[in-house]
């Protein structure tokens, strides 16, 4: 089967580029794939006048018109920002008499709800159009499955959630081994810290607490830092138990979660999905402290992931870190189920074989149209 991809590649890793990179990498023994790269090159998006992104767009929209006739699928990964949009509703006018070709992947999901939640207006009908005849729509949820509910029909609509990487799963041994210790309670904070993920919100909790309570946690950044920098920085070296660590990736990265008993993303991200970062905490046996915005509702339940806090709320946050403090002993059950959780839910293997299933009905289903239009051309000739 031959397949064109549309889709974010590393570098950046990003929640949007990994899913891609893996199913890519899994897939490419069996099938011819292409790929036509739709990442940014830095995570802070260029405005919608950037010369620069426009002319990255007309060159994609370019790529696509000359090629995309010659792939038997065409997986589209959607944007959720208004630019985004419109080059994805461009995109799919082009190959509009082989929709049934396309699936799109809806990887995120709250900028969408925007999108699609008003019901009216030129460009909701553009996309009600061109996206109730795609082959088939992936989301990672029940949140962002009724979000495509207004343009599509359910049995299109396939929820596949995201995974943790293979060699982030630990054992309970090791989960056992870092809740032996928990004289000083270890909260990490691991995602590219942009506008919206509450890293800041977190380091204002963590300092707003008295002394004592400060004495017994450690607090851990992990990621790269993008918004607020300077006053982020700041906040930072005044407190010897709050360390930056920047990008981690591989056995840092698995590191740094074991060593951690409470993962913790506050986040309201305006284009928040459904977090790896909450995955990943839960392959390696971490509690998990985070809102209830996006799809994290479909991932995360409070009590037996963890524990919910109010977006945007520096004091909800507080209280919740005192609350972990003071009732740590209660963490370990937290940490081991989330495991568990996440070796019946959330693997790599089950992503791909659920991706794998979708792409090839689609490629299946237009074997099957084709064979019927050749038949019907045969009983209709002389």
């Not at 994609?60 to 920002?81: M, N, P």
């Not at 830092?225 to 056995?251: A, Q």
């Not at 004091?315 to 609350?323: E, S, V, W």
Request: proline share 3%; hydrophobic share 40%; glycine share 6%.
């Amino acid at each position: 089967m031959k397949m064109l991809f549309v889709a974010p590649m590393p570098p950046p890793m990003t929640g949007n580029s990994l899913p891609v990179k893996v199913l890519k990498e899994e897939l490419q023994a069996d099938h011819d794939i292409d790929v036509i790269n739709l990442n940014k090159r830095q995570h802070k998006a260029a405005g919608i006048t950037s010369a620069g992104r426009m002319a990255r767009i007309m060159s994609v929209l370019c790529q696509f018109c000359l090629s995309q006739r010659r792939y038997d699928v065409l997986y589209i990964t959607v944007a959720e920002s208004w630019l985004g949009n419109v080059r994805d509703i461009v995109m799919l006018m082009i190959c509009r008499k082989r929709l049934s070709t396309v699936v799109l992947h809806m990887l995120g999901g709250a900028g969408m709800h925007d999108i699609l939640a008003k019901g009216k207006g030129v460009r909701f009908l553009l996309n009600r159009y061109l996206m109730g005849r795609v082959g088939a729509i992936v989301v990672e949820g029940d949140t962002q499955r009724n979000t495509f509910a207004h343009v599509a029909a359910r049995s299109k609509i396939h929820v596949i959630p995201n995974f943790a990487e293979d060699y982030l799963f630990c054992s309970d041994v090791e989960v056992n081994q870092a809740f032996d210790d928990t004289a000083m309670v270890r909260i990490l904070f691991l995602s590219n810290m942009l506008y919206g993920k509450g890293h800041l919100e977190l380091l204002e909790a963590y300092m707003s607490l008295p002394a004592e309570t400060r004495a017994n946690v450690t607090l851990d950044f992990a990621g790269k830092l993008v918004f607020e920098t300077e006053s982020f920085r700041k906040m930072i070296d005044e407190d010897s138990n709050v360390t930056f660590h920047g990008p981690v990736y591989g056995s840092a990265k698995r590191d740094i979660y074991l060593k951690s008993h409470v993962f913790c993303l506050p986040t309201y991200y305006p284009y928040e999905g459904q977090p790896f970062c909450i995955l990943e905490a839960y392959a390696t046996g971490c509690a998990v402290v985070t809102t209830d915005h996006s799809g994290i509702r479909n991932v995360f339940q409070e009590p037996g992931n963890g524990f919910e806090v109010t977006k945007k709320s520096v004091d909800d946050l507080a209280a919740k870190i005192t609350h972990v403090v003071e009732n740590r002993s209660g963490l370990r059950k937290i940490a081991l189920n989330n495991l568990e959780v996440a070796r019946a839910k959330y693997t790599k293997d089950a992503y791909v074989e659920s991706m794998s299933s979708v792409l090839q009905a689609v490629a299946k289903s237009l074997q099957s149209e084709d064979s019927s239009s050749s038949r019907g051309a045969e009983q209709g000739g002389p």
